[in-house]
């Protein structure tokens, strides 16, 4: 099993960048799936995007398309997300997630970090 912890949240203005990491601690870290998703206040989690575990897959929500960009590096156990133009309505905790088959559902996803806050200020 891996055990994934994100950091690289923060405050940031509408219009500007952050980049998300994800280290998962535990063997066979190329052997998974790894998702980002996100929980805004009062809101479901939400899809943001996935990539397996080659990096040969990748999706993305329509609402990031464009904007923001998921990669690995199974050298060093970490995903990342880089957010670029980023939107009041990005403001969210966003939660790394390491799963088995490649899939936009929060369900299908096994193994969860503690999240980072995202806050973008208009």
């Known amino acids: 099993q891996v055990q994934p912890v994100e950091s690289g949240g923060g405050v940031v203005q509408a219009g500007g960048s952050l980049r998300l990491s994800c280290a998962a601690s535990?063997?066979?870290?190329?052997?998974?799936?790894m998702g980002w998703f996100r929980q805004a206040p009062g809101k479901e989690r939400e899809f943001v995007a996935t990539i397996s575990g080659r990096g040969g897959n990748i999706q993305y929500a329509d609402s990031v398309k464009g904007r923001f960009t998921i990669s690995r590096d199974n050298a060093k156990n970490t995903v990342y997300l880089q957010m670029n133009s980023l939107k009041p309505e990005d403001t969210a905790v966003y939660y790394c997630?390491?799963?088995?088959?490649?899939?936009?559902?929060?369900?299908?996803?096994?193994?969860w970090g503690q999240g980072t806050q995202v806050i973008v200020s208009s």
């Open positions: 535990g063997r066979a870290f190329s052997t998974y799936t």
């Open positions: 997630a390491a799963g088995g088959i490649v899939r936009t559902t929060a369900h299908s996803y096994d193994y």
